[in-house]
């Protein structure tokens, strides 16, 4: 039941070609899971999952969220203050329509950024979960 539970945790980390890789080295086998159990368990609930930064760049991606989640507070403020801005400025001086523009295009390169962010998280993850299972 453990087993499934880690493979579980690993899958969740990691997106699909992550996973596979391993499977392909056999490091996801049973007897390699139990030997390393300890390790990985301990290890499996610091990474971050890559879903959750692509979720949080397509809905809350203007406020930087994708970014505060991965720990990039700094980044994460250059998505929220132009957005705070905008937002802004379109109550007092600019119309509505040019306020949804440079929204739209705020959300457009927080969903660039999310998305390469997951990809190195992902890549991230598996460099670690790779190095405990060949150890």
Same mark, same amino acid.
């Given at each position: 039941?453990?087993?499934?539970?880690?493979?579980?945790?690993?899958?969740?980390? =990691?997106?699909?070609?992550?996973?596979?890789?391993?499977?392909?080295?056999?490091?996801?086998?049973?007897?390699? +899971?139990?030997?390393?159990?300890?390790?990985?368990?301990?290890? =499996?609930? !610091? &990474?971050?999952? &890559?879903?959750? /930064?692509? +979720?949080?760049? =397509? *809905?809350?991606?203007?406020?930087?969220?994708?970014?505060?989640?991965?720990?990039?507070?700094?980044?994460?403020?250059?998505?929220? $203050? &132009?957005?705070?801005?905008?937002?802004?400025?379109? $109550?007092?001086? +600019? &119309? !509505?329509? /040019?306020?949804?523009?440079?929204?739209?295009?705020?959300? $457009?390169?927080? *969903?660039?950024?999310?998305? /390469?962010?997951?990809?190195?998280?992902?890549?991230?993850?598996?460099?670690? +979960?790779?190095? /405990?299972? !060949?150890?």
């Amino acid at each position: 039941m453990q087993n499934f539970q880690i493979l579980g945790e690993i899958k969740k980390r =990691l997106f699909g070609k992550h996973y596979k890789a391993l499977n392909q080295e056999n490091l996801l086998n049973s007897d390699n +899971i139990n030997a390393k159990f300890d390790s990985l368990s301990k290890k =499996l609930y !610091e &990474p971050k999952r &890559p879903n959750y /930064i692509v +979720i949080f760049g =397509l *809905l809350l991606g203007n406020f930087g969220v994708h970014r505060y989640y991965n720990g990039d507070k700094k980044v994460a403020l250059y998505f929220l $203050i &132009p957005s705070v801005a905008v937002l802004l400025l379109s $109550i007092f001086v +600019i &119309p !509505e329509k /040019i306020a949804a523009g440079i929204n739209m295009w705020i959300w $457009i390169a927080a *969903l660039i950024d999310a998305n /390469i962010l997951a990809r190195k998280t992902s890549a991230k993850n598996y460099e670690e +979960i790779r190095e /405990i299972l !060949e150890v």
